[in-house]
């Protein structure tokens, strides 16, 4: 039996205090179609069990595009994405047991309008919340790198913490339900340099257990947080390599001038 499905059977019996085990995704000749324009052109990669994974490309290359293939809010694309091998459309629960295992972090913090405390526990089943929850959520917001800012406040509206605590709010969130890979949307694009700093170290972190996938316009960033850089275009995957191969040699022309420019004319 695959460690995820034991993870599946396992769920509600016990509370981990580390993420799940981790998980290697593959993605096959992903194609996407949306309104009759190909937004997807066969995609593939791996992602390993651990490690940073950042993904870059000028804005409409179809990067959050490819992020709703992989937690199924499109399940409209062509090709084979799998999860240990499971392939995700026949994923034993259905797309919301999927959403567990595959965390997804927006560009724009979404909080729930309650406390801090409610906001970390949401997405816990009642037999969930009754296990040692205090300590589960410290343990959350500490991985998120919050809990210093607010272990004194933890019953205050959500909505009193500043743009850059309530993003990494909802990466405790996504924590909470241990998740075996983290998916993030340009995660601190509009924040202030410490709430960045913060949450690349939390990613830093993270990512020794779990595959982590973060979509960035700052290359500072993906230099900062290493691992394998995914360059993605016009909805095709450009070149995957190590990061500092990435930006000391890379192989194609059009990274090259992605690197120079931060555009690209693959589609002209
Ligand atoms: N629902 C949709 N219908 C038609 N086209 C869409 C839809 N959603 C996104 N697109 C188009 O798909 C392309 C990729 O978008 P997106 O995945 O958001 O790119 P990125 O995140 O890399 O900026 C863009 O050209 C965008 O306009
Ligand atoms: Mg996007």
């Known amino acids: 039996m695959s460690q995820l499905l034991h993870d599946e059977q396992q769920q509600g019996n016990t509370q981990q205090t580390s993420c799940s085990a981790p998980s290697s995704i593959s993605l096959k000749e992903l194609s996407l179609e949306l309104s009759g324009t190909k937004i997807l052109k066969n995609v593939s990669f791996d992602l390993s069990s651990a490690g940073i994974n950042c993904l870059v490309g000028p804005s409409g290359a179809g990067k959050s595009s490819l992020l709703r293939c992989l937690t199924l809010l499109y399940d409209n694309w062509q090709g084979k994405i799998t999860m ?58 500490r991985k998120a790198a919050l809990w210093d800012e607010v272990c004194n406040r933890l019953f205050d509206p959500a909505s009193t913490l500043s ?96 690197l120079r420019w931060s555009v690209c004319n693959c589609d002209e």
Request: charge should be neutral; glycine fraction near 4%.
């Open 84 to 141: 240990d091998g499971i392939a995700i459309q026949s994923w034993p629960k259905g797309a919301d047991a999927l959403r567990r295992h595959i965390g997804l972090i927006a560009q724009k913090p979404s909080i729930f309008p309650t406390s801090i405390y409610q906001n970390v526990i949401f997405g816990l089943s009642r037999q969930e919340r009754k296990q040692d929850q205090q300590k589960w959520v410290e343990a959350c917001l």
């Open 163 to 258: 743009i850059g605590q309530q993003q990494r709010l909802c990466i405790a969130r996504v924590i909470a339900l241990n998740p075996n890979v983290l998916l993030l949307d340009e995660p601190t694009s509009s924040l202030d340099p410490r709430s960045k700093q913060l949450i690349e170290a939390s990613l830093y972190d993270l990512a020794k257990n779990i595959p982590v996938l973060c979509v960035t316009h700052d290359l500072e960033q993906a230099q900062r947080l290493q691992g394998q850089m995914i360059f993605m275009c016009d909805g095709k995957l450009i070149e995957t390599a190590p990061t500092n191969d990435f930006f000391q040699s890379p192989k194609r022309l059009e990274t090259r001038e992605f």
